[in-house]
């Protein structure tokens, strides 16, 4: 049932990202195309580059932790025994949960609702400011769902002892696979 939540939510994100960028995408080539052939830029443009890109980047980040490949550093955890790469595994979802519970989620949350009974408006656009801050406490809420989710996969392959670890392991051939 987990999974059929996650492969709903990853779909339903990485649409909206696809949206978003086409979106952007066209924005951009309507400000060069004012700039240059009309040579009367457009006012706004630039400013809704600015706020897609914030809500791409954020959502962006969310997907690419749902799909495992966020940015991390190999090197050093590839030298580590199979047991201690999981429980790296597991400290690293662990304190990814906790940021995005703390920060993204409870901060962001608060910057969003003091943004908007500021009523802090854009220049060019005249949208409410806590509508593009928006995007950070809802990233953070697809952020806590997948490290929560990796979490708990790991911690229970964690505690299967030796039979957890060789699913860790061909889970580990599976991704270098695939990459």
Sequence with gaps: MLKYIKMILDRAIESLVMIVVAILALDVLWQVFTRFV?????????????????????????????????????YFINKLPLKDKLAVEIF????IAV?????????????????????????????ELGYVYLAVPVSGCFMVFYSILELAT??????????????????????????
Aim: hydrophobic share 50%; net charge neutral.
């Design 92 to 95: 690293v979802y662990l304190c």
């Design 38 to 74: 009309l040579n009367h830029p457009s006012s706004w443009t630039e400013e809704l580059a600015i706020f897609l890109l914030i809500w791409v980047a954020l959502l962006g980040a969310a997907v690419a932790l749902g799909r495992g490949s966020h940015l991390g550093i190999d």
């Design 154 to 179: 790991y911690l229970i392959l964690f505690l299967k002892g030796p039979e957890g670890l060789e699913e860790y392991r061909m889970k580990q051939i599976v991704s270098q696979k695939v990459d």
């Design 99 to 127: 940021f995005s519970i703390l920060v993204m989620v409870t901060g962001g949350i608060e910057l969003v609702r003091t943004t908007l009974a500021l009523k802090q408006k854009s220049p060019a656009l005249g949208i």
